[in-house]
């Protein structure tokens, strides 16, 4: 009628043609046609599977800068088929407009989740006015023959359920509906005296407030009222008030009033206290797709009763930011569950998210050409007006982000003694592995390290998305998301240098108590914290990211311990009455069962200044030394020259070799170079034609022996024919060594508990560092029981059964050694070498245990060839531990005859020997420190 106010009037022509009887019907004919066509035309666009991105608005210059991150979004899509097939991806294809894909994905998992499928399927049928009375008879049918809450239709997505919220039905169950919140409470920043309560309501505008009253009291005479608050409907009908002026150490239950009317439920928190206390419980984790299966989950960590909940990431899996609806709708689901609410009413949380809940797969934030510009937090949109809006409108936490450089890191404290960072790892990620690549980007590193050097609290809890340790990812050498950059450098491996400047600043500070603790992995490990050149031995970090994801992934040898299989949490005990504080990791399974590994530290073994993490092997100030130039990419790195004898060019070899062979080179100095120091180009020009060959490096990329090979000449990353992945025990690469350029003030200590493993595995097979060596004796005097991890930590060094000759009448005894001064290095004369073990524990009979330096080689077993250079040894029995040990000698020749101690140094290097003189039936003494130093400094 609009177009057509009175009927067309058409007559015959001659020849049986229609015409029209005046022009003006000619006009509303032709408009008519233009309508229909266009409203053709925009039902195809809603049904398209390309529809218009958010992306589709940016200039020319923006879409320049922005590269790959601001494309069409197949990057960040992952598997199609899984977009195409997957349940979660229904309000996806209702926000693109693609109804039959959403009731094709509802149908295709109708099996293995019924519910949530018939949820998408009346959200399918909602979306026409043909078919919203069908959606609305099947959700009563829902609501009246299963447990699913109303509250899911009323939360929404509301912009996908408008049509329902019409019909008569919705109406009716609405108005049946006592008062109530849809979501939370959901507790946040807890402190001694204050609390946060985050809820979402029905309406824009209700009001919310909380009322207090300690247990034991009566909400009526005794009780706290929190400010009021309001929902807004920009913030997705979300509100948070703030209750101040409450009791430290207090237990509280509190209630919600909305809009005036207090409501039935009642809850329970309690405030941190404010004097440091006796001990402090946290709970965390990772990687919680929504399955109904495992939400059980938040009941388990909850009766462990933690103080904090930390949600380290991957909290959900909506992979495509593009679409608010699709994100919303993926909180909605675990918001809604009871397991997760009444945890989080109770237990205050705090959150950071990871790739698949920020944007998808190894996902980066930030592209290099943004860095540093105005376009750094506007590019690309969907960060800051979908992933980041949508995190903010859905936890928390005390703060995001800094004024002017916004986020979800951000820090709080549980009691005094414990103080929690927060870090976000991918609003300001750049690509990695390449010259200025940044995860944290610089005003967040800074932030981050300024808060640890002004950190009093006893321990500092540092928790990234993604392992701070080595080796913890490996993967394909592409990643099958972010095109030729590797997967393994997800983590901090692909970002070494800004690693290595938070650990040497912790370090150099002597920050103590700092310990990690991440996400990512699917299943949960301890580790020590590992560099290119060494291990830190004061850096340990945990990570368990398996809370309710189905698959979990493989362990991976590098772990000190771990476990997969159905989902675990992580907690962290804190004992703070040991003189010593006392920091234990342990993992708790779905059922409540705890694992019997667990990681046990003290405070002083997260002391750095309790070690040294540089070694004679990585040396000092060796460029002059090996007479090799520096400055090709760096002035702290410097690599062999032309001028480096022919032995310097060997042929292709494997890694392992060509990591022996740069160690042993003309001095201490010598090592592999590192990926990023042959991609800044530190080897160029070094001579031997290898500009265009591959050269190893001495970073892994994938677990199970995988190494980097680059071209000599140095390759962007997004080359990806310049660099390779390749099993380090493959010929496939040339060798080329770096040296640093700096060197360290003070003693060169040698070796210590945190630069080598001791012990052998517990199988007795696998040798983590110490090696058997028969030095005198028969054969027959030992047997082939091998030193053994003390505790579950394997942090020090037992013996199960160690037996030998009577080496204080003069006979040598069964002995276990480890190499501490590598053969062939540069030992000034008159240095004194000294070696300190403590003993910490003992069995039930007593032995007599020696310590000693020899300068034979741990693989050798001549006992011509084994002098003891200095021992110390002493009674070993229960009752009078601990007992140290330490001895000092002095090298008195470097070079000379062949007799001489300096020579056999020089040839074999030093080994560090323990050894018993009879045998014990059980654990004879637990090694808890080693250390070698040497004097003068290296």
């Known amino acids: 009628p609009l ?53 589709s608005t940016l200039t020319p210059m923006e879409q320049a800068l922005c590269g790959s991150l601001c494309a069409d979004f197949p990057v960040y899509r992952g598997d199609q088929k899984e977009v195409a097939t997957k349940l979660k991806y229904g309000m996806w294809h209702l926000a693109k407009g693609s109804i039959s894909r959403a009731a094709f994905v509802a149908k295709n998992e109708a099996r293995r989740y019924p519910l949530e499928a018939r949820f998408i399927d009346i959200a399918a049928l909602a979306q026409k006015r043909s078919t919203v009375d069908t959606a609305a008879q099947l959700m009563m049918e829902l609501l009246r023959e299963t447990d699913f809450p ?69 909400f009526l005479t005794t009780r706290i009222l929190s400010y009021k608050g309001r929902s807004k409907q920009e913030d997705d009908f979300t509100v948070v008030v703030s209750a101040v002026g409450l009791n430290p150490d207090t237990r509280y239950l509190y209630k919600v009033m909305l809009n005036g009317v207090m409501l039935a439920d009642i809850y329970d928190m309690r405030t941190q206290p404010v004097l440091p206390p006796a001990a402090v419980n946290i709970a965390f984790g990772g990687c919680s797709s929504y399955n109904p299966v495992f939400e059980k989950m938040w009941n388990t960590i909850l009766a462990f009763k933690p103080q904090a909940f930390i949600w380290t990431g991957d909290n959900t899996y909506y992979n495509m930011p593009d679409e608010m609806d699709h994100v919303q709708y993926m909180f909605y689901r675990r918001w809604s569950r009871p397991e997760f609410r009444n945890l989080t009413a109770r237990v205050p949380v705090y959150a950071i998210y990871d790739d698949h809940d920020f944007a998808g797969n190894d996902v980066h934030g930030t592209a290099m ?11 690309p949109p969907w960060k800051m007006d979908i992933a980041l809006k949508a995190f903010q409108n859905n936890y928390n936490n ?33 690509p990695p592995a390449r010259a200025g690549s940044s995860m944290l980007g610089q005003k967040q590193k800074q932030w981050l390290l300024d808060t640890l050097l002004a950190s009093t609290a006893v321990f500092k809890i540092v928790v990234s998305s993604v392992p701070m340790s080595s080796g913890t990812k490996g993967g394909e050498p592409v990643s099958s998301t972010l095109g030729p950059i590797p997967g393994a450098w997800d983590t901090w491996d692909g970002f070494p240098e800004e690693r290595e400047e938070i650990l040497s600043t ?18 949960c490990d301890a580790w020590r914290v590992s560099r290119e050149s060494s291990v830190h031995p004061w850096a340990y970090e945990a990570t368990c990211a398996h809370l309710t994801k189905t698959a979990s992934q493989e362990l991976v040898s590098e772990e000190i311990f771990g476990y997969t299989g159905i989902p675990k949490f992580g907690q962290l005990l804190f004992d703070f009455e040991p003189s010593d504080p006392m920091l234990v990791y342990r993992i708790v399974d779905l059922d409540g069962n705890v694992m019997p590994r667990t990681l046990t530290l003290t405070l002083s073994t997260l002391t750095p200044s309790n070690y040294h993490s540089r070694t004679l092997q990585t040396g000092c100030g060796n460029c002059s030394t090996l007479g090799w130039e520096a400055g090709f990419g760096s002035a702290d790195v410097c690599s062999a020259t032309k001028s480096s004898d022919s032995a ?24 592999l170079c590192s990926v990023n120091e042959l991609l800044n180009n530190e080897a160029k020009g070094t001579g031997c034609n290898f500009n265009t060959e591959l050269v190893w490096s001495s970073t892994p990329c994938a677990a199970n022996g995988f190494f980097y090979a680059v071209e000599g000449d140095g390759t962007p990353f997004d080359q990806q024919e310049g660099v390779q992945c390749l099993p380090g025990d493959s010929a496939q690469a040339m060798v080329r060594c770096c040296s640093s350029n700096t060197c360290p003030s003070g003693p060169c200590i040698v070796a210590n508990n945190g630069d080598f493993e001791l012990g052998a595995a517990e199988d007795g097979a696998t040798p983590w560092g110490w090696t058997r060596l028969l030095l005198k004796g028969s054969t027959s005097d030992h047997d082939s029981t091998g030193l053994r991890p003390s505790g579950d930590d394997a942090g020090g060094l037992a013996v199960g059964t160690l037996q030998g000759s009577h080496f204080l009448n003069g006979g040598r ?23 300190a073990v403590t003993a910490v524990s003992a069995g039930n009979s007593f032995a007599s245990v020696r310590v000693f330096l020899t300068s034979v080689l741990p693989d050798e077993s001549d006992p011509a060839a084994a002098p003891v250079l200095a021992a110390i040894a002493t009674n070993i029995v229960p009752g009078n531990l601990p007992v140290d040990l330490s001895l000092n000698y002095t090298v008195s020749v470097v070079g000379g005859s062949p007799s001489s101690d300096g020579a056999n140094i020089r040839a074999h290097g030093l080994a560090l020997c323990l050894e018993s003189n009879r045998q014990v039936s059980t654990a004879l003494v637990a090694w808890d420190s080693v250390r070698v130093t040497m004097t003068p400094s290296c």
Not at 16 to 33: D, E, F
Not at 189 to 214: G, I, Y
Not at 407 to 422: A, E, Q, T
Not at 506 to 516: H, Q, T, Y
């Open 3 to 55: 177009f057509f106010p009175y009927p067309l009037s058409l007559k015959k022509k001659k020849g049986g043609k229609m015409r029209a009887n005046n022009s003006r019907t000619v006009v509303r004919v032709l408009m008519a046609v233009a309508i229909l066509a266009a409203c053709v035309a925009t039902a195809a666009a809603k049904k398209s599977k390309k529809a218009p991105m958010v992306q």
């Open 813 to 835: 005894g069964t002995a276990f050694c480890q190499q501490v001064v590598a053969a062939g290095a540069a030992i000034p004369p008159g240095a004194i070498v000294s070696a």
């Open 506 to 523: 912790i370090e150099n500070n002597d920050v103590k108590g700092v310990f990690f603790v991440a996400g990512d992995r699917h299943r």
């Open 648 to 671: 310097a060019c060997p042929s292709a070899t494997s890694q392992r070799e060509a990591h022996t062979y740069c160690h042993s080179l003309m001095g201490t100095g010598a090592r």
């Open 150 to 218: 109303f509250t899911r239709f009323m939360a929404g997505p509301r912009n996908l359920l408008s049509l329902l919220y019409k019909t008569r039905e919705f109406q009716e169950e609405l108005a049946a509906q006592p008062p109530m919140i849809l979501h939370g409470p959901l507790l946040g920043d807890v402190t001694a005296r204050s609390a946060k309560f985050w809820m979402r309501t029905l309406e824009h505008n209700d009001e919310v407030q909380v009322v207090l009253s300690p247990e034991g009291s009566n």
């Open 369 to 379: 050409e943004t860095v540093g510009t105005p376009r750094e937090l506007s590019l």
């Open 398 to 430: 005390p703060y995001y982000g800094q004024t002017g450089n916004p986020g979800v890191y951000h820090d709080f404290f549980v009691s005094p003694s414990v103080h929690v960072i927060m870090l976000d790892c991918r609003f300001y990620r750049t």
